[in-house]
């Protein structure tokens, strides 16, 4: 017979899972746990003041202890499933909020902005070296500081993250993104190189709040079914930023000889860049929120009802760091990322090496190799959330990489440079659309660890990485030729590969999604849908 309307059904393993133990609920678990204990198939029916147990249709072996117990509840006290923490509460709370757009977009803007700055310079290498009167490597080392700064205060961002939510680093990271473009106007004279060197530093330290974020955002904000594509949106400005980077200074800053004309054109992109800074950090403050309302997904809703005191931020580290495949894909990002920021770094080079007077065509390039990457990042992002196949996906990806890079390294200097643009694309659709890759893949593997806490420390393996490839290149550049600098990234491309094959498909955040829907379709919350009541039974 079907339920009266004013009956709730509550599924009897709601609470109380621990084998008799007793649950969050207080007593109201002892209900669901008794019936556990009995091993009764029963349901608990809420009514508003007491709660009923019907007896399972087919008794158990011991349906007898689920009967002839009685536990009043006050009037307007809480439904049980809510007290519970059970799954209900978590499939009731679920829904995506239409502010999530706007905040991606926001945080892709001003990591798009963030990332125009690391690159700026080493886009016209040569240009700035001449401005300031220093070497190559020194303005090498301008893009090298945002990997430098990274490194030590990962761990204070990120347990900024964890305690302190989402907006805070927002606020910080576009705002310093703010100052340090502010205070590189003031370096507009050769004899001011320290200056800019100040500024760069104050805009490396909003990267540390940038990086981690982009993972992080798509896991609260986002559903399941979207979450690797809003992952890889996120991870697009500071792509785009890089490929804006690549694109604009060459045009705005010609390679002219008079230092003052020089200096007039490198002011214009520092105003340019400290305006769309300043109005991103207002942005910011007006838009950006901390958390939706509610929960975007059923991992993120058991994720939210954890109590605080259970959460150790240093022992989440460690488990991090004794999980055997996220070690291993903490090295293959870094290797794979590590070898993207040297080539950033050194395109410029490489190209006016062997196209001398191209520096428009090499900021091109560089433009090229980012725009196909974005690509294959939205491609490979929109693919993992339709098949979650993660480690078949970011092994593929890994091994075009290696060949794109071989392709590239024999292509460069045939002289002929739309031939340098088409395996520069090949090499940037892979490489470049491995980043994002790389976050969702990590979220799975550490689920339910911190998405911040994962990503920081995959981006750390990336600036020591990025840090030591850029100066080996570098090296290997000056003293012998760019193929041999090539071919270690070749190199360290391919035992990134041999790495990658041996990363276990542990997808723990599925299993949690996966688990709850399927806890959630076997429970009987519309209480029309209920079987039949042989002899309801007051507990």
């Known amino acids: 017979a079907p339920c009266p309307p004013a009956a709730r059904a509550l599924p009897g393993l709601a609470a109380g899972r621990g084998g008799g133990g007793e649950g969050r609920a207080g007593g109201t678990s002892r209900v669901a746990a008794a019936s556990e204990r009995g091993g009764a198939a029963g349901w608990v029916f809420w009514t508003g003041g007491e709660l009923s147990l019907a007896e399972p249709a087919l008794p158990g072996p011991g349906a007898a202890h689920g009967a002839g117990m009685v536990l009043q509840e006050p009037a307007g006290a809480p439904s049980p499933l809510t007290a519970a923490g059970g799954v209900g509460d978590a499939a009731a709370e679920v829904q995506l909020s239409r502010l999530r757009w706007a905040v991606l977009l926001l945080f892709s803007s001003y990591s798009l902005c963030n990332a125009f700055q690391w690159i700026q310079y080493g886009s016209i290498n040569n240009v700035f070296t001449r401005f300031y009167g220093v070497s190559p490597f020194a303005i090498d080392w301008l893009s090298m500081s945002y990997m430098l700064i990274y490194i030590p205060l990962l761990f204070p961002v990120a347990w900024l993250l964890d305690k302190k939510g989402l907006r805070l680093i927002a606020l910080a990271g576009s705002a310093l993104n703010a100052v340090g473009a502010w205070v590189k106007l003031g370096s507009l004279k050769p ?238 659709f892979f490489m470049t659309g491995y980043l994002p890759l790389g976050f969702e893949f990590a979220a799975e593997l550490t689920y339910p660890e911190s998405e911040g806490t994962s990503s920081g420390l995959l981006n750390v393996s990336a600036q020591i990485f990025g840090i030591a490839l850029t100066i080996s290149q570098g090296q290997i550049m000056d ?49 029309c849908c209920a079987p039949a009541i042989s002899s309801g039974q007051h507990l």
Not at 220 to 245: K, M, P
Not at 322 to 327: I, V
Not at 380 to 401: A, E, F, N
Not at 492 to 505: E, Q
């Open 191 to 428: 004899r001011l190189f320290p200056v800019t060197v100040l500024g760069q530093v104050i805009c490396g330290l909003a990267q540390v709040f940038i990086l981690g974020m982009p993972s992080r955002i798509a896991s609260v904000w986002f559903g399941s079914q979207e979450v690797s594509t809003a992952c890889s949106i996120a991870v697009f400005g500071n792509q785009l930023g890089i490929a804006v980077g690549f694109l604009v200074p060459p045009v705005l800053i010609p390679n002219v000889e008079d230092v003052e004309k020089l200096a007039y054109h490198i002011s214009i992109m520092f105003f340019m860049t400290a305006g769309v800074a300043s109005a991103l950090f207002i942005l910011v403050i007006i838009v950006f929120k901390e958390k939706p309302p509610n929960p975007p997904s059923r991992a993120q809703a058991l994720i939210q009802s954890r109590p605080a005191a259970e959460y150790s931020y240093v022992q989440s580290i460690l488990r991090l760091l004794r999980n055997a495949n996220f070690l291993l894909l903490m090295i293959t990002y870094g290797l794979n990322v590590g070898c993207f920021y040297a080539l950033s770094t050194l395109l410029n080079r490489m190209v006016i090496h062997h196209y001398p007077g191209e520096e428009v065509n090499a900021g091109r390039i560089g433009l090229t190799i980012i725009l196909s990457g974005m690509a294959g990042a939205l491609i490979s992002g929109i693919w993992l959330d339709k098949t979650k196949t993660y480690k078949q996906t970011t092994l593929v990806v890994y091994i075009m990489s290696l060949v794109g890079m071989i392709v590239y390294t024999f292509t460069l200097s045939l002289g002929h440079l739309w031939v340098v643009f088409v395996t520069a694309g090949l090499l940037g």
């Open 479 to 527: 003293r012998f030729e760019t193929k041999a600098g090539n071919l270690l990234l070749c190199s360290v491309l391919f035992l990134g590969t041999i790495m990658t094959a041996f990363i276990k498909a542990d997808l723990r955040r599925q299993r949690a999604n996966l688990e709850n829907e399927q806890t959630v379709s076997k429970s009987p919350f519309n209480p």
